[in-house]
């Protein structure tokens, strides 16, 4: 089960504005950009050097701000889907056995889309097979720009660290 991690960082952007030039011209104006991604990740460490090597070749000299864990109980990418993602929040819907009340349970989903309505399309078709009944409460748009999933390649660089302690007996 992934675990998602919610990052934010911070840089500096020029701003090109044709009126800059009178008495200031060293100082080049600047705003300051947030932007969020979201990182599959086993820690907060993790977390955080896996954002810096997915934003580093695009965006120099940026800050980490935030790292919180996100929960979620999937993420749905869909090819045809637009840049924006949705936050879609489900209650299933089951029956407690012992006082036979109707039981609610919450589920948050992530969903990139043209819309709200086609995120609330997408997220209902997915979850058509579901045994439980459902009932979608919420579609939220997100600041999310991306989503850095896991990997299998990325873990083809990792080692028992008995296989490299042992490399690095013969190498002596």
Same mark, same amino acid.
């Given at each position: 089960m992934p675990n998602?991690?919610?990052g934010k960082i911070r840089y500096q952007q020029p701003i090109d504005d044709a009126t800059v030039g009178t008495r200031?011209?060293?100082?080049?104006?600047?705003k300051t950009v947030t932007e969020a991604y979201l990182v599959d990740a086993v820690s907060y460490t993790d977390a955080e050097a896996r954002l810096y090597q997915e934003i580093a070749a695009n965006t120099p000299d940026f800050e980490i701000t935030d790292i919180s864990r996100m929960k979620l109980a999937d993420v749905f990418y869909n090819e045809d889907g637009g $840049?924006?993602?949705?936050?879609?929040?489900?209650?299933?819907?089951? *029956?407690? /056995?012992?006082?036979?009340?109707?039981?609610k349970s919450p589920s948050l989903m992530l969903v990139n889309a043209e819309t709200p309505k086609q995120a609330y399309?997408?997220?209902e078709a997915s979850l058509k097979t579901s045994l439980d009944p459902f009932e979608i409460t919420d579609v939220n748009t997100t600041k999310i720009l991306?989503?850095?999933?896991?990997?299998?390649? $990325?873990?083809r660089n990792l080692r028992p660290l008995s296989?490299?302690? *042992?490399? /690095?007996t013969e190498n002596v």
């Open positions: 998602w991690f919610l200031n011209e060293e100082f080049i104006k600047q $840049e924006v993602w949705y936050k879609v929040k489900a209650l299933f819907i089951t *029956e407690d /056995e012992k006082t036979g009340k109707q039981k399309e997408l997220v991306d989503i850095f999933p896991y990997s299998e390649e $990325e873990k296989e490299v302690a *042992e490399r /690095e």
